[in-house]
């Protein structure tokens, strides 16, 4: 049974979440923990440095110091070890996908004119078309999602015949990453958009992978994917797209396979009355605003329109942390 609200406290507990996640994103913007980071220092000291108020910059840092993120002694501030660690700029376990959240914020604040429309208002666009630093914050935040999730998943496949994997919209190449862990003597190939590719090839060359990696600029929609395949891996690919879209792309899948070829999907993967998962009805929101067709989509939906392809023996598989796959073979 779905967990229900039951006191007016806990619903404005809900209701007030925004001003803590926008102390977070702020003083991500501002630098305030890579300055921190040489601490301890005082408030009027990195007002200099990041070029802010003394005062409202004093009242970010003390409200930083209450939530537990940074500390507070003899008036100067420093960062906490989990700040230093994940959150200044430069350390290898640095966050730095937070910037893609910080435009979520953007399009977020956009949600009653989207539900009013029935599409996003403050798109700036497909994600190909979009400024370089929208990119790197946008495929850093995939990466830092797609490393350990990549675990979980390429745990849970059967590669059985697999010695050449399709990449669809790859973006770091995480998975692809995994994969070719997991199978010796395995080729992958990362398709992405044009404007994508050069952040991807950064990834593959700090993977040490490169000799085993193809890269390939295109639309996943319009473009061809370049040879046959013995499993193409969609991961987080149909919410991006309306249900047409999913249908066009997942029968040039089964194209691209060869004969008991595996189609691997990712994704929220939504009960028939769309409110389980929970973070997949919310993520139905985050397409709303986001994009102009974007959803998350049934288990029915995305099976039929794998049946409709030429893909069968279907089946769902959830890992332990609650992702799902649905995969298939090519009949």
């Known amino acids: 049974m779905k967990k229900e609200i039951s006191s007016p406290q806990e619903y404005m507990e809900m209701v007030n979440a925004f001003r803590v996640s926008r102390i977070l994103l702020t003083s991500y913007e501002l630098g305030i923990f890579s300055k921190l980071d040489n601490g301890p220092v005082s408030s009027e ?7 802010a108020n003394p005062r409202a ?4 840092l003390n409200a930083l110091t209450a939530l537990g993120v940074i500390r507070k002694k ?6 906490t070890p989990f700040a230093s660690q994940y959150l200044s700029e430069g350390k290898p376990d640095y966050l730095g996908g937070i910037g893609h959240n910080s435009s979520l914020w ?7 004119d989207a539900v009013r429309q029935g599409h996003s208002v403050a798109s700036s666009g497909p994600i190909g078309s979009r400024d370089q630093e929208y990119l790197e914050a946008f495929i850093a935040a995939m990466h ?6 990549s675990v979980e998943i390429v745990g849970m496949l059967d590669f059985s015949g697999v010695k050449k994997i399709l990449d669809v919209g790859g973006g770091s190449g995480a998975f692809s990453f995994e994969f070719l862990h997991r199978i010796p003597g395995c080729t992958a190939t990362i398709l992405d958009l044009p404007a994508v590719i050069p952040i991807t090839k950064r990834y593959v060359v700090e993977s040490g992978l490169k000799d085993r990696i193809t890269l390939l600029p295109g639309d996943y929609l319009k ?3 370049g040879g046959k395949y013995d499993l193409i891996y969609l991961s987080a690919i149909l919410h991006i797209n309306s249900p047409e879209e999913n249908q066009l792309l997942i029968a040039k899948c089964s194209e691209a396979l060869n004969d008991k070829g595996h189609l ?18 919310i993520f139905a929101l985050n397409m709303l605003v986001g994009t102009q067709h974007g959803d998350t989509y049934t288990e029915k939906e995305i099976a039929g329109w794998m049946t409709a392809a030429g893909i069968d023996n279907i089946s769902r598989k959830t890992s332990a942390k609650g992702t ?3 995969s298939g073979l090519k009949r």
Do not use: C, K, Y
């Open 45 to 51: 000291t990195i007002a200099h440095q990041i070029q």
């Open 74 to 79: 003899s008036n100067l501030f420093f960062n």
């Open 57 to 60: 910059t004093d009242r970010l």
């Open 106 to 112: 953007n399009t977020w604040s956009s949600l009653t």
């Open 223 to 225: 473009d061809d994917f």
């Open 324 to 326: 799902s796959i649905l």
């Open 144 to 149: 830092a999602r797609g490393v350990p999730q």
């Open 264 to 281: 691997v999907i990712m994704d929220h993967i939504m009960s028939d009355d769309r409110t389980e998962p929970p973070q997949g009805a």
